[in-house]
């Protein structure tokens, strides 16, 4: 048990075994429903058609709502991504998500993420703006400038990048170097 618990994210072996000690102390129909509510999850949760993100449906409710803007599509690496921008409550567009970054160490290339599916909502002509949210790894640079390439033949699309740079209340000397030139480049007007 404490084996399979491991597989999960953030689970070292340790945490494993207080989980597994956990569920032993647990009332067996607890047990029982929290297996039922994993086993519905995985079997009902797909991924949407449109974006990509997690979806009971075809269509995930973020696509599903007319509310939002159609014009502009955030494109983030992860489903986690999504729920980080959202919890912000301060974007009103589309999303996309890639499922990962490319990444030629680890046998991550290009055809393994959505990009076409971007590329063909792209196509469409509905949108005005696409915004790039991916980190600032070297995986996560080489997938926004592969992006930036792919984007060019679209002129009429502006394509943007979230800020980056130097965080709130961090101190000057302690940022290095690669940090400080984004900031630098990134620079905006102070109105």
Do not use: W
Not at 167 to 177: A, C, K, N, R
């Amino acid at each position: 048990m404490t084996g399979e618990l491991s597989k999960l994210p953030g689970i070292g072996r340790r945490t494993a075994l207080r989980l597994a000690i956990h569920m032993l102390r647990m009332e067996p129909e607890s047990v029982a429903e929290m297996t039922r509510s994993i086993d519905r999850f995985r079997r009902e949760i797909r991924y949407c058609a449109r974006c990509n993100n997690l979806s009971d449906g075809e269509i995930c409710p973020i696509c599903a709502d007319a509310e939002r803007d159609r014009a502009t599509i955030c494109v983030v690496e992860q489903v986690a991504d999504v729920l980080s921008i959202e919890k912000t409550r301060q974007y009103r567009g589309l999303y996309h998500v890639l499922g990962g970054v490319i990444s030629p160490m680890q046998g991550v290339a290009p055809s393994d993420l959505k990009i076409d599916l971007l590329l063909e909502r792209v196509a469409s002509g509905a949108v005005r703006e696409v915004i790039l949210a991916i980190s600032t790894s070297v995986e996560g640079e080489t997938t926004l400038f592969y992006l930036l390439n792919r984007l060019r033949r679209f002129p009429e699309v502006k394509v943007t990048s979230i800020a980056r740079g130097i965080g709130f209340g961090d101190e000057l000397e302690y940022v290095d170097e690669l940090t400080i030139t984004h900031a630098l480049m990134n620079r905006r007007i102070i109105e």
